[in-house]
């Protein structure tokens, strides 16, 4: 049988702090490169994207890889890198934690701590979460069942860390048209049985820029509270998932789009 006893809805929202950003209160948007390539470079996208209204930065210091020998995040530097960025914009920095053994670590210098897809149910990473009190923003799995993602956000509130975002990022199904299939339909259910926060990731859904838009109005329409957006200074020398990410232009013209 399953519970949501801990996530459930109850009749009033959660906010989730993030350093005053409040989110599930006002609808944020987080962006920044897949990866965290130099400190140059995580330093002059988190002063462009300040200036055009982005509430919180995104970049990748531990990188979850397909395959062996491809670039795996600058990790410890990147943090350093990333926490530097974070004091010069005054943008809070949201990067991906892979492993339990990491965490004290990546809270030492995130504000947010993100679980990619593939370690939805990394059991013992939740539950070091669980112990620390920063924002987690959880992302579903791959093939997770609702219930199940909704189960993972609970491991983490059970061990009594209530600051849990749900982040959305399309699914592997029959059609592989995109690069996965966008997940919308989550939304409205994800508010019915979980008083958490749901955002929306049309990068990693899409595949390709030329998605970005329509999936980022289509989640807001159905009600999500935000968008989580790759942007990288120079898209097709990025070092990972450059085929998503959209140039600065490119995501001030989408900024304009959802206003
Ligand atoms: C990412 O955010 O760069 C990432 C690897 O996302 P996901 O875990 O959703 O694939
Ligand atoms: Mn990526």
Redesign the pocket.
């Given at each position: 049988m399953t519970r949501y006893s801990l996530a459930k809805y109850t009749g009033s929202r959660s906010v989730i702090d993030v350093n005053g950003v409040l989110v599930g209160k006002k609808r944020v948007v987080i962006a920044g490169p897949?990866s965290v390539e130099s400190k140059e470079q995580i330093i002059f996208l988190a002063n462009k994207l300040k200036e055009l209204g982005v509430d919180m930065l995104r970049g990748?210091a531990f990188k979850p890889r397909t395959y062996p020998g491809t670039f795996e995040g600058y990790k410890r530097k990147a943090l350093l890198w990333l926490k530097q960025a974070s004091k010069l914009s005054g943008l809070p920095v949201v990067t991906e934690v892979m492993s339990p053994c990491d965490v004290e670590l990546v809270a030492s210098y995130a504000d947010v701590l993100q679980v990619g897809a593939r370690n939805m149910q990394n059991y013992p990473l939740l539950d070091a979460l669980g112990r620390i009190s920063k924002p987690v923003l959880l992302k579903r799995g791959l093939c997770a069942h609702l219930k199940e993602f909704l189960g993972a956000a609970e491991r983490i509130l059970a061990g009594g860390n209530n600051n849990v975002i749900l982040c959305l990022r399309g699914v592997r199904t029959f059609d592989n048209s995109m690069r996965f299939t966008p997940d919308m339909y989550a939304i409205p259910w994800l508010k019915k049985h979980s008083s958490l926060p749901v955002i929306f990731d049309p990068?990693?859904a899409g595949g390709l820029t030329e998605y970005i838009k329509p999936l980022s109005l289509m989640a807001l329409a159905g009600g999500c509270d935000g968008l989580i957006v790759?942007v990288h200074e120079d898209p097709p020398r990025a070092l990972?998932?450059k085929d998503q990410q959209l140039s600065v232009d490119e995501f001030s013209h989408l900024m304009k789009s959802i206003k």
């Open positions: 897949c990748g990068s990693h790759e990972s998932d």
